[in-house]
Nanobody, 114 residues
Framework: VQLQESGGGLVQAGGSLRLSCTASGSIVSIVAMGWYRQAPGKQRELVAHITSGGSIHYADSVKGRFTISRDNGKDTVYLQMNSLKPEDTAVYSC?????????WGQGTQVTVSS
């Protein structure tokens, strides 16, 4: 299984970016897909995830600003990020939970300038 991410980049504070992640390969089942991020010198943290049943969880720091969605037919998850802040700067990685296994994307850099 491979996770292909796109959509990172450089944006000014207050701006928006949309991340996409598409899963390909022999996917037996998807329990959940989501996004984690890791800033320099910090631990990786969950940003948002969405289950196959549609349940969504957001980190408190992004509630009201980020929106996660999923296209089940395309095995793709999106993260719409609005009102970006410099503290959102990090490498964002896509995550797929398939029950007993999990997969990670390579990560995409998001940089928010003040």
């Amino acid at each position: 299984v491979q996770l292909q991410e796109s959509g990172g980049g450089l944006v000014q504070a207050g701006g928006s970016l949309r991340l996409s992640c598409t899963a390909s390969g022999s996917i037996v089942s998807i329990v959940a897909m989501g996004w984690y991020r890791q800033a320099p010198g910090k631990q990786r943290e969950l940003v948002a995830h969405i289950t196959s049943g549609g349940s969504i969880h957001y980190a408190d720091s992004v509630k009201g600003r980020f929106t996660i969605s999923r296209d089940n037919g395309k095995d793709t998850v999106y993260l719409q990020m609005n009102s970006l802040k410099p503290e959102d700067t990090a490498v964002y990685s896509c995550h797929l939970e398939g029950g007993l296994v999990q997969y990670w994307g390579q990560g995409t850099q998001v940089t928010v300038s003040s």
